[in-house]
């Protein structure tokens, strides 16, 4: 395959600490990059700022932390596009004002023939949300009936913010694609796969928007909003170590029969945040048809069966030009190792890593090391073939598939806001740093890891998690590949 797909994340601060032009000639020169996916809006250091805090930085860029980063929108903000909704046109990002990533980017890229996105975060978690102007008006509602943690993907004021992001973006950039990021999790995957702290107001959504939603689909509210209470409860009878006479595995799926509205509320919520998605679809194609759109498909998919039986790539490729699925091979391993340990506090309480590792890895096709020494080994790059040819062949030829690359992704995220917090409950992050024991990316990896990707399937990669945090040397095993594949 001659010149593939080669597509890099990058924030704003880059551009900034190193120059455009510069940056740009060393990412075709490292790697034959010849896509970016620019970080904005971002509130999350998943894709905005520098390194985290507290892990090596890079050998390029700015040798500093920004520990006070906090994010938004790094291009100018059209206040026009923003009438319909509360939020208004807020959400410029402090850093870097007066600098516009997309207008000082896509024609310097377009120039070297090079496409641009925009890599779109909704960071629902991010602190910094919350002050901009009726914000928390949106927000989801708990099981008990007050403002949960997140903004709810049927209020009017959420969606019609982020449609006039997009619509601003698109109208105003000549922008070859939006790639668009939700990484949450629905209710019951929630609660099955880790402990979730009461809830932590993450257990929703009973606004009146889902009711009518509910209403529409003849599920009643009560119902499901009482079994999520006994659902919660549950959840922190096996987090805390007590065990139920009957098990913790029964208990669960007596609720279950009890209470299906626990399963058609869990789903009413997925297909809310893929109601979302099918509108940004909708509204790009409305303003410019030829604009690429698709999906994030975040790490989970690989660890929980829960979560991959949500994200269903058969149904989601009608609403997507692309999906960017996530295959980090090397941090696979911590967050892989991580997830056993949650899901063994939660549905799988009864029985202990050594016991589920097994059956999960066959469940999922994971053919990977022992699990003691999944963090240090990581996943190996089969696993990345394994997941491209099984995105590839659930999309059925309607969309198009670009594996997510591991350059130097942390294997787990320092806590320090809520955001981490409700990562934790997740399954996937903790609070603790980087650890001596973890897998570390090498050029070599990156360029089998590549290969494997392709060898799956893939129409092209994308490099994650952002240019910041990754290591050059690391980088030009992509270079590597590309020569091979050239
Ligand atoms: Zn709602």
Known sequence: MANP???????????????????LDLVVDKAGV???FLATPTWTRRSGGRQLPGYPLPDHGAQDYDPDWLGGNYATIHPEYYQRTAIGPAGRAP?????DLLADVIPEASRRGMQSFAWIDESSQAAQ???YPNFVSTMEVDIWNKPARRPCFNNPDYRNWHLAIVEDYVTNYQLDGIAWSSERLGPLTMLMQGPARQGLGLVTCFCAYCKKVAEDRHIDWRRAQEGYRKLVAWNATMASGSRLSDGGFVSFWRLVLQ???LISWHTLWTDSQHQLYRDIYGTVKAIRPEVQVGWHMSHNISFSPFFRADQDYSAISHFSDFLNVVTYHNCAGPRFHRWIENVCSALFADATPSDVYPLMAKLLGLKE???DQLPSAGFSADYVRRETA???????GRATIWSGIDIDVPGEVTATRTEDVIEA??????AEGPSEEWATCTPESVRDATLAAFAGGADGVVLGRKYSEMRLDTLAGVGMAVKTLG
């Open 5 to 23: 797909f080669v597509g890099i994340r990058i924030g704003a601060v880059s551009f900034v600490d190193e120059g455009t032009s510069a940056l």
């Open 34 to 36: 010849n896509a970016l």
């Open 95 to 99: 850093e870097h004002p007066g600098y």
């Open 129 to 131: 949300l919350r002050r």
């Open 259 to 261: 209470y299906p509205e």
């Open 369 to 371: 090391a022992a699990y």
């Open 390 to 396: 099984r995105a590839v062949a659930g999309v059925e």
């Open 425 to 430: 409950a997740s399954g996937i992050t903790t």
